[in-house]
């Protein structure tokens, strides 16, 4: 008996506030995406996994997951407007080698558990469907112009989660069936097409991030997990925010294009260095490397090392954010400024901005490229090269889980 895995990952997230989609946001240094995917590879019973992304996010999508390493099979596939719209299209990509059972879950629930993931698989054996659900211990109230209404019985009311597992073909048959865009869950469209969905308890942490709040309660969960301190009623007690500065300068020499915070930009000269002389990317490497009390980019990319002979600089910042979130660290923001003479920057600058925003794999909000003159003072101004400033803001687990006082 085969097993798929159909992740869910089309959406936008619009609750979850400003950035990029949740899925691919980070939480404690790692793409919320990239955990989930984690989750099914090491999953015993899971053969194989379908992604369904939104056709736009493929960059984002190989961005988050790149050096996730693929134990089973990974099938990237474009997703619909609707959720129901992009679990057929899931569910299609695997009917020229259907599986025996789906799971179908969503990217944005990083925390499911093999015990989880087992059940339901289990359930399978003798229902064609299974659904991981919390059961309600909450009293329920209706609410009645603010205030609060009647009680609803709670008695055999369970919260829906996923993964939620079928066998193939009678899901994928109902899903054809179904008509209906805006079905809530598969279990739902399973349910009207007269299949049997069992119930399958699952877990606290089986949570989907869905507001920003949600971020913090999942840092917390992994700290707590880490051992990294203990549990705590709020992301302050546990985190903190650190700040590094960065300077870098590079004289004129030939060429006709220079290396601008990952945007090239024609002149006519180029930079003397001994990789492509990108300023504004060494001087935000060495402010997220300050950040977390790592050194410099020489220390980490030694100028004697042949190996960085003309390397393109958004390897040294990508290096330097990868140390960074390995260590629980999120980028706040990222500032730049370019000191110069000529090129102008002004018309560069939005490109510069997505372009590091792109390395940072964050939102370009939280990105920010100036420029500034000397008025004719000192190199700059006198038009031999370029000097750039840059400050880093990261956000990360405290020492001892304690931020400083």
């Keep these: 008996m085969t097993t798929a895995a159909l992740i869910v990952a089309a959406g936008r997230g619009a609750r979850a506030g400003e950035g990029p989609p949740k899925q691919y946001r980070n939480v404690a240094g790692t793409p919320v995406i990239a955990r989930t995917l984690r ?18 996010d493929r960059a984002l999508f190989d961005g988050a997951t790149a050096g996730l390493g693929a134990e089973k099979p990974i099938t990237v596939v474009a997703g619909g407007a609707e959720r129901a719209q992009t679990v057929l299209l899931g569910l299609e990509a695997m009917a020229g080698d259907p599986p025996d059972r789906v799971l179908i879950h969503d990217a944005a629930r990083p925390f499911v558990s093999d015990a989880v993931i087992a059940a339901v698989i289990a359930a399978l054996d003798d229902a ?3 659904c991981a659900s919390i059961p309600i211990v909450d009293a329920l109230r209706r609410a009645e112009a603010g205030a609060c209404g009647p009680l609803i019985p709670r008695d055999g009311v369970w919260r829906a989660q996923t993964p939620q597992g079928f066998r193939y073909g009678p899901i994928l048959a109902a899903h054809r069936a179904c008509g209906d865009p805006t079905a809530p869950d598969d279990a739902e469209v399973a349910r009207r097409a007269g299949l049997r969905v069992a119930i399958v308890e699952s877990e606290a942490d089986n949570f989907k991030i869905t507001r920003p709040g949600d971020f913090a309660r999942a840092e917390r969960l992994l700290l707590a997990r880490a051992g990294g301190g203990r549990p705590s009623p709020g992301p302050e007690t546990a985190m903190e925010t650190r ?9 004129f020499g030939p060429g006709d294009h220079l290396m601008l915070c990952g945007v090239r930009v024609a002149h006519s000269t180029g930079f003397v260095a001994h990789s492509d002389g990108d300023v504004g990317l060494h001087a935000l490497t060495d402010a997220v490397l300050g950040a977390i009390g790592e050194g410099d980019i020489g220390r980490w990319f030694p100028p004697s090392d042949p190996q960085w002979r003309g390397a393109s600089s ?13 260590r629980g660290f999120t980028v706040v923001n990222l500032d730049v400024t370019l000191i110069c003479e000529r090129p102008k920057i002004t018309p560069h600058a939005e490109a510069m901005r997505a372009a590091v925003a792109a390395i940072a794999r964050c939102a370009p909000e939280r990105v920010n490229v100036k420029a500034t003159t000397t008025e004719g003072l000192g190199f700059t101004g006198r038009g031999e090269g370029v000097a750039a400033q840059a400050a880093a803001a990261l956000r990360g687990p405290a020492p001892g889980g304690e931020p400083l006082k």
């Design 39 to 56: 989750r099914f590879l090491d999953a015993p019973g899971v053969d194989r996994i379908v992604v369904a992304i939104r056709e736009a």
């Design 314 to 326: 958004d390897r040294f910042l990508r290096a330097a954010l990868d140390r960074a979130e390995a």
């Design 128 to 130: 064609p469907g299974a």
């Design 243 to 251: 700040f590094g500065t960065g300077f870098d300068v590079h004289r």
